[in-house]
């Protein structure tokens, strides 16, 4: 079975990003036949004012997957706008796909809420579900790993896919199904969403020293004035960290020890910058070892295996319409 999924070329990853989609990828590509692409397209949906190098970020986005464990020999590592097909089947699903279908889906419902995408209210960010699609069944996708909020995506997507084998009389394409996947949130350093606009996250290549000035900076229990105060750790940022990074049984330690006032927010987050800095170094040290060259041989190879995929998808596209 095939599994498809993407990740925007926006800037370098973070301890977010780990968590909540590479831990899961690498155990994914040991079942499934993975198809992880960079969405560099998708990325101008939001982000086509900004100066953006997407070439590069692409490279070096491939080079943390693989530094965080995606084996290149296993899974199918390729750039979306390198196969021009993509944009081929976009452009037809645009063709039959009903504008009231996009205005109900709840991201883009969400987003035009907020005046940061109000600005951005394009075209491209109203469709975006529609070149999702496409992305998806140009490789016969079974599956497709998503959180429980992006079921509508994916719900749409076969809207899509049973409009066009209807008009077309046709069966032509799978219908993707969810594999729904509990992604944890990490939040940022200091409560808020992890982002680099709010310089709150720990990214995947950071030394030892920064992360520890990182760490020391976030979050605790508010309550807590002196060291022995009873902690509340449900409401310590750093406490989320250690659920993440550190042992069940140092997590049962470090929870008993705040409850009870032993130990002291500092050296709380000294145990959790050490056990953060366990998970980045090997990442850390194996990004510094990857060479572009050698990323681009192996996406070059790559985009070659998806495009003869999506050629000879859109082959039978073209066959049915014209």
Request: hydrophobic content about 35%.
């Amino acid at each position: 079975m095939r599994v498809v999924s993407g990740m925007r070329p926006t800037g370098k990853l973070h301890l977010g990003h780990f968590i909540g989609v590479l831990k899961n990828w690498k155990e994914l590509q040991e079942k499934y036949d993975c198809f992880f692409f960079v969405a560099d397209w998708h990325a101008l949906t939001t982000k086509f004012d900004e100066k953006i190098d997407l070439r590069q970020n692409s490279v070096e986005l491939v080079k943390e997957w693989i530094a965080s464990g995606i084996d290149p020999e296993k899974t199918t590592l390729f750039i979306q706008s390198e196969i021009k097909e993509h944009a081929e089947l976009y452009l037809i699903f645009n063709m039959i796909t009903p504008v009231s279908w996009l205005e109900r889906n709840p991201t883009y419902k969400d987003a035009m809420q907020q005046e940061e995408y109000k600005k951005k209210n394009n075209a491209g960010f109203l469709t975006y579900p529609v070149l999702q699609t496409a992305d998806i069944v140009l490789y016969d996708a079974d599956l497709v790993p998503i959180g429980e909020d992006q079921k509508p995506h994916l719900e749409l997507a076969r809207d899509i896919v049973n409009r066009f084998h209807y008009l077309y009389k046709t069966e032509i394409f799978k219908e993707p199904q969810e594999m729904l996947t509990e992604v944890p949130r990490l939040p940022g350093l200091d409560g808020r969403k992890m982002s680099k606009s709010f310089n709150n996250a720990i990214y995947l290549d950071e030394t030892p020293e920064e992360i520890w000035a990182k760490v020391r900076m976030a979050k605790t229990d508010p309550s807590r004035i002196k060291k022995t105060d009873p902690g509340h750790p449900e409401v310590c940022i750093v406490f989320e960290y250690h659920k993440a990074f550190s042992s069940p049984d140092e997590v049962a330690e470090i929870e008993s020890a705040c409850r009870a006032g032993t130990i002291g927010c500092v050296e709380c987050k000294k145990r959790c910058a050490a056990n953060i800095e366990k998970v980045v170094a090997p990442i850390r040290e194996k990004k510094a070892q990857l060479k572009n060259d050698e990323i681009l041989d192996i996406i070059n190879n790559s985009n070659k295996k998806a495009r003869e995929l999506a050629k000879e998808k859109m082959n039978q596209v073209n066959r049915v319409i014209f």
